[in-house]
């Protein structure tokens, strides 16, 4: 009997972790969302010099407050969830371990608490609250369209990666030490910097030469931003255009949640 | 009998002030249009010091003339409109309480008058006097796209905020308070600094392993430019689409010049 | 008789000049083209001083071939034309004299004092850039999608230039004279730089707060950029649609220009 | 028969070379792939002064080593190819080429060993491991576009380049030397630097008037990035529909799915 009232209690603190569609499991989503947000708060303050030393003792409380909640939630899910090792070693599963992990190995190394941030990847269970399937519908149509671009991207990107060596070794070659071009890794860093249209300005070419090939790198770097964004655009209507319901007789795309006909056959859908 | 003779002051009133369909109407437009740019022209050069040196009684001249043409505007917009309580507590009527209060606080604390700016709201009053269909139609269809874009965007912009933070944390760690990493907020602010593709230089990477992370957050600030745009695009298009031609019997909107069948009713067009 | 000579010796002048259907038009055309790229190349010569001192006489006799070739190029143009004066005030009537009429007026204007003026107007000859519109063909699709954009383009700006100057003051009041926002003005001038991702870096944000308010007019720009991108794809995509070839029977359009059938109806074409 | 077995080990040698479709291809083109990331590398490393200073001598080495084995790679590419003189003059011929020449150069003029970079451009063959279909259709649909995308782009260029150059020097006559507009060459590189969005801040302007200026330019650059992106959306968009169903008759693409006749030959589908 003990075995028996103790399944039904694990089913229970299942239903409240694991689940949203209960009162009880939105409150513990909920309650979960504010403490990820505050232990985050936490460790961005921890890294402002000024709060650390005045406040030092503060925020040792609260980091071990919070070590010890993730680390009761986590035994929770562990205990509750039918299959323990399938959880230990799921996306979810390795997040939840190093959401405390860093505080326990910071006894030992220091320097290792930083890695606390990795919480942040937990802020992606927000999602389970948003539980509603226009939610998630958007998120699959986003999904599958970048998917579906991704080998154009790849064969995109080779190419940016080769021009970037090329003209960043050619910088080296012009401008030199005296502008900040001290090695070619640095001056494919610099193209970097200069293609994706970012633009530091702490490394930028002084001679004519230099110039006039930065400005064609410029050129380059804003004309082909459009490739990107011309294959994601058209994978995404075609994910849209996908997504959407068909007509049982003939086919065709249904064009809005609202048609009672299809526009192609006239049947009533 | 003087009720009556109110009565029809205080439509007229309304026809010239909150209409703009009589010459009347456009003329006051006009006018509120040329005071709210004087306006905050007058602010702009409040703020610049050798003007503001020079010329101090002028601005001040100037801002009670302008406080004193709102106050009224004010004034006589709650007088004529039949609802005055639902127009003092609507967006218009806060803009423009706002537009004259910080004046007369200024009297009372010094900074206030800045908070003027706040005229700029009124700017989109401008709209009025462009009350031609086709304009209307052209921010309809503006409107309707992004709100639709929304969702999709809202799940873009947390995964832009979750690598944000993480990556801003691991900068933190690698280049520390030498290159301008002082605190996690400040990375963070460089990280977004860097994916946006703004790049000021006043923080900047200078380890070999902090340039290398910064080329790839520039690169990914690169590729996933196209995915709101891409959102956007195909939403843009959709509503462009909606507000085509509509069916003769039901009134939905005809999807496609190529449709034989209205989609909604089914009947022939 | 001598009219009648002088008629045809006008019109061939006006075939070779104005038109590009004959060799001979053709080769004036590129005699033009390349006169231009030289005046400017030489314009741009002369504004290096390094360049300027050490050949300023082979600038000034370079200078006055150009200006007497377009000057000659100008009486050419408006002894052909049979309507001389539709020609002068059209819009490439006006460009063909600034081309050479800034030469003239540096003559008059040599005073000491004046040399700066001098300088603006001979520099002014960078202008002549825009004699090469003239080439310029293939405009019709891209004209067209810019055309039909402009409405809510100049919505999307309107709302972007309230945004800015908004912004632009509250950071002048956050930052204030130490971090650079010296005025409103500069101020807006920082948020403009800051919206379009630009990012100069000369003016940028200390306080915790403006970085912050920075932060949020980044990812803003970031975001909007798919805002005018959206609205030219969904005009281009109608404009490239509408330059198609459409079916003599049933109107729908012809998709490649190899194509001898229909694809909607199947007649021949 | 010397000559027979002379073909055979001519044939097996150009089958490993050349083709990627038996195992042992694919090892030599693995093994090319590696040795020219490695070459890379070291070029890369020799650049870092405080390397270079360090294993002067590994380096020198390991460069000998690639040279060499990229000139037997070439010798025996010649040695099996039927037509020698076609695969010499071809691109990847060129390129072969030049991944050795430098080094050899290098003997007789020092500076020319970093031209060994363009062996970068041998990192393109990687695509021939990669030989799926469908690799090669991602890359046929992105040069379709571009190619039918480019005379827009230059009409678009072309216009930016006429902009770019009369903002140019109208900053130089207004902002000067003082704020390092020192010429209208570099004028002109700053307005390319301010319309690409870079921004790197070496050069910026004081005056307000300049700043004015600047701040239509970055508008303009914001606002006209929109232009080459939506040219190579449309042509994406176009070049994916082609891509798709052929008629069973005459091969042509379908247009849509939902033709009834094939637009070429007029036949049923």
Same mark, same amino acid.
């Given at each position: 009997?003990?075995?028996? /009232?103790?399944?039904?209690?694990?089913?229970?603190?299942?239903?409240?972790?694991?689940? !949203?569609?209960?009162?009880?499991?939105?409150?513990?989503?909920? !309650?979960?969302?504010?403490?990820?947000?505050?232990?985050?708060?936490?460790?961005?303050?921890?890294?402002?010099?000024?709060?650390?030393?005045?406040? !030092?003792? =503060?925020?040792?409380?609260?980091?071990?407050?919070?070590?010890?909640?993730?680390?009761? $939630?986590?035994?929770?899910?562990?205990?509750?969830?039918?299959?323990?090792?399938?959880?230990?070693?799921?996306?979810?599963? =390795?997040?939840?371990?190093? @959401?405390?992990?860093?505080?326990?190995?910071?006894?030992?190394?220091?320097?290792?608490?930083? =890695?606390?941030?990795?919480?942040?990847?937990?802020?992606?269970?927000?999602?389970?609250?948003?539980?509603? *399937?226009?939610?998630?519908?958007?998120?699959?149509?986003?999904?599958?369209?970048?998917?579906?671009?991704?080998?154009?991207?790849?064969?995109?990107?080779?190419?940016?990666?080769?021009?970037?060596?090329?003209?960043? #070794?050619?910088?080296?070659?012009?401008?030199?030490?005296? /502008?900040?071009?001290? /090695?070619?890794?640095?001056?494919?860093?610099?193209?970097?910097? #200069?293609? *994706? *249209?970012?633009?530091?300005?702490?490394? /930028?070419?002084?001679?004519?030469?230099?110039?006039?090939?930065?400005?064609? =790198?410029?050129?380059?770097?804003?004309?082909?931003? @459009?490739?990107?964004?011309?294959?994601?655009?058209? $994978?995404?209507?075609? !994910?849209?255009?996908?997504?959407?319901?068909? +007509?049982?007789? +003939?086919?065709?795309?249904?064009?809005?949640?609202?048609?009672?006909? +299809?526009?192609? +056959?006239?049947?009533?859908?």
């Amino acid at each position: 009997m003990k075995t028996r /009232s103790n399944d039904i209690l694990r089913k229970k603190i299942y239903i409240v972790i694991f689940r !949203a569609d209960t009162s009880a499991g939105k409150l513990f989503d909920l !309650a979960l969302l504010i403490t990820i947000l505050l232990s985050i708060l936490s460790v961005f303050l921890e890294s402002v010099a000024e709060f650390r030393n005045r406040h !030092a003792e =503060l925020i040792q409380t609260a980091e071990w407050i919070f070590t010890s909640l993730f680390t009761l $939630e986590y035994i929770l899910r562990v205990y509750s969830t039918h299959k323990p090792w399938r959880y230990i070693f799921s996306f979810y599963g =390795l997040i939840d371990l190093i @959401a405390f992990l860093p505080s326990y190995l910071s006894l030992f190394f220091s320097g290792a608490q930083y =890695l606390v941030v990795v919480r942040a990847f937990r802020l992606l269970r927000v999602f389970r609250i948003l539980k509603l *399937t226009r939610f998630m519908y958007e998120g699959r149509v986003l999904k599958s369209a970048l998917k579906a671009s991704l080998y154009k991207i790849v064969v995109f990107l080779s190419s940016v990666v080769t021009l970037v060596t090329i003209i960043g #070794t050619l910088m080296y070659i012009i401008e030199g030490d005296a /502008s900040g071009f001290t /090695s070619i890794p640095v001056s494919i860093y610099w193209a970097i910097v #200069t293609i *994706t *249209t970012v633009g530091y300005g702490d490394i /930028s070419p002084q001679s004519p030469l230099g110039q006039f090939l930065a400005s064609i =790198l410029m050129i380059i770097g804003y004309g082909i931003i @459009a490739v990107p964004t011309g294959i994601v655009s058209v $994978e995404m209507a075609r !994910a849209t255009e996908e997504a959407k319901r068909k +007509c049982n007789y +003939c086919y065709a795309p249904i064009h809005s949640d609202k048609d009672n006909f +299809c526009a192609k +056959c006239g049947k009533a859908i």
